[in-house]
């Protein structure tokens, strides 16, 4: 069975709506090749090279990525440059690329909601809402189920996102946690924020020196997951929102292949 790609790109649109998307950001349809009926897709966090082999190999007929392909303007396409040697190969190989972004990020039942239920989070709300909106917006906030020490905050981190290397954290290792904040991805300028909010601890990724520095004077505890381990959960996530969409109609694939480009060494 298969579907046209103008019906999946309106299920994608109900699942991860691009206008909730930055006004930088490049979700939506990225390589679009006509109206060829999709029988197969793939899901992946990135676009790498082992995942346009992984398609290739699985015969696939679009790939949904979290991290848009194309983000900045492209005025020729130059085989020895990264994306486009990708996007040759993808359009040689016929496969159809859609991104979601940072719709996903906002979304209901998107990349934070999903790490919010993971943790056990209680009594949801947004931690930087859409102008308008009640629904939608970056991070969220939520209560542990009873008082946790960072360190047992630390701890549920690592074994819910299957984490084995040490992370950077902010914080005293005893101070007792309720509040907790996140922000799947790159979160260090939601620091700011969560501070407002009174939260606990925010969990994120990417947190620079200087964002740091601040929580620690600020007094916000801070748990830096990493970028990818944050946002991993977005394939499963996807990967079953679709499955219960299209009810066997086009069979999805969850990227096996896709890898934390960071060693720790």
């Known amino acids: 069975m298969s579907l046209e790609t103008i019906k999946l790109i309106s299920i994608f649109n109900e699942i991860s709506p691009e206008g909730l998307s930055e006004s930088w950001d490049h979700s939506g349809i990225q390589i679009s090749l006509g109206s060829k009926s999709i029988a197969k897709i793939l899901v992946s966090l990135d676009m790498t090279f082992d995942?346009?082999?992984?398609?290739?190999?699985?015969?696939?007929?679009?790939?949904?990525?979290?991290?848009?392909?194309?983000?900045?303007?492209?005025?020729?396409?130059?085989?020895?440059?990264?994306?486009?040697?990708?996007?040759?190969?993808?359009?040689?190989?016929?496969?159809?690329?859609?991104?979601?972004?940072?719709?996903?990020?906002?979304?209901?039942?998107?990349?934070?909601?999903?790490?919010?239920?993971?943790?056990?989070?209680?009594?949801?709300?947004?931690?930087?809402?859409?102008?308008?909106?009640?629904?939608?917006?970056?991070?969220?906030?939520?209560?542990?189920?009873?008082?946790?020490?960072?360190?047992?905050?630390?701890?549920?981190?690592?074994?819910?996102?299957?984490?084995?290397?040490?992370?950077?954290?902010?914080?005293?290792?005893?101070?007792?946690?309720?509040?907790?904040?996140?922000?799947?991805?790159?979160?260090?300028?939601m620091i700011a924020q969560a501070i407002k909010m009174d939260c606990d601890v925010l969990i994120t990724g990417d947190v620079n020196y200087h964002d740091a520095l601040l929580a620690k004077e600020m007094g916000l505890s801070v748990i830096d997951a990493g970028h990818y381990h944050t946002e991993k959960i977005f394939v499963k996530n996807v990967a079953d929102q679709l499955k219960n969409r299209l009810q066997n109609k086009v069979e999805i694939l969850e990227s096996q292949v896709d890898r934390n480009p960071f060693l720790m060494i």
Do not use: W
């Open 51 to 189: 995942v346009v082999n992984e398609a290739i190999n699985n015969q696939v007929d679009l790939i949904v990525t979290h991290h848009p392909l194309i983000f900045k303007e492209i005025n020729r396409i130059d085989s020895n440059n990264f994306t486009e040697d990708l996007i040759i190969k993808l359009i040689q190989a016929h496969i159809n690329v859609y991104a979601m972004h940072t719709s996903f990020d906002k979304v209901k039942d998107g990349n934070n909601d999903r790490l919010a239920k993971l943790l056990n989070l209680r009594d949801l709300s947004i931690l930087k809402p859409d102008e308008g909106e009640k629904e939608s917006g970056l991070g969220r906030i939520g209560h542990l189920v009873g008082l946790k020490t960072f360190d047992e905050v630390v701890a549920l981190v690592k074994e819910r996102l299957s984490i084995y290397a040490p992370m950077n954290c902010v914080g005293n290792p005893k101070a007792l946690i309720s509040k907790v904040g996140i922000c799947t991805g790159s979160g260090g300028s």
